[in-house]
């Protein structure tokens, strides 16, 4: 089963307490249910504050385990929190409230673990020759067809009815853009300083019902 991949902008609107995503290390974690089970802690605090963003820069990218310092008093080695401890982070001095009955902390545990997040977005144009509706729509690169077109369904809930091409070839719908000869021309376009909003690649839809012009 392919994994399903995230756009940062969709990530960064889950950003409240009772809807809660993150993103680290090319993954995106849905943690809305650890604040369900540690509501009111203040140990959720830090957590709440980086609702809707990467936290990349929390981790070792080498061990994947939160980073650590060496503590100027006690000369030990914690996890490195400057935003504030954080669920699941042991406090730095023994303690009898500290229960470490969890399990799995958060940042491991695969249940909370939702897709990938995208190396590489990019923008398209999709335009239905039926009704000549235009939509810019933003996307993974490493989405198969299929799976834009799912992302076209709140536009067109008929999307899958329709013929997808691309300069009057029938695009692969198992494929990605790339595959399909649908180049990523991103980089060229910021190195000329030219707006890439005015070279969208643009998808046409025909109607399986009207191809007289397939």
């Known amino acids: 089963m392919r994994p399903k991949y995230y756009t940062p902008n969709e990530v960064s609107v889950?950003?409240?307490?009772?809807?809660?995503?993150?993103?680290?290390?090319?993954?995106?974690?849905?943690?809305?249910?650890?604040?369900?089970?540690?509501?009111?802690?203040?140990?959720?605090?830090?957590?709440?504050?980086?609702?809707?963003k990467d936290i990349s820069h929390w981790f070792d990218k080498k061990t994947k385990e939160i980073r650590t310092h060496v503590d100027p008093v006690t000369g030990c080695v914690f996890p490195y929190t400057p935003h504030g401890r954080f669920v699941h982070i042991p406090p730095s001095c023994p303690r009898t409230d500290w229960a470490n009955d969890f399990g799995r902390p958060w940042w491991k545990n695969d249940i909370f673990c939702i897709g990938i997040l995208s190396a590489k977005t990019r923008y398209i144009k999709i335009i239905n020759n039926l009704t000549s509706q235009e939509h810019v729509i933003e996307v993974c690169s490493e989405e198969i067809m299929t799976e834009i077109l799912e992302r076209y369904l709140v536009w067109n809930q008929h999307a899958a009815s329709y013929t997808w091409k691309y300069n009057g070839v029938n695009l692969d719908m198992g494929k990605t853009l790339q595959q399909n000869d649908v180049m990523d021309e991103d980089e060229e376009f910021y190195k000329l300083s030219m707006n890439d909003e005015e070279f969208l690649p643009a998808l046409h839809l025909y109607f399986n019902d009207d191809l007289t012009e397939a």
Do not use: M, Q, R
């Open 14 to 52: 889950h950003n409240t307490l009772k809807d809660l995503w993150i993103s680290f290390l090319g993954k995106v974690y849905d943690l809305t249910p650890l604040c369900e089970n540690y509501t009111g802690d203040v140990l959720l605090k830090p957590v709440i504050a980086a609702a809707g």
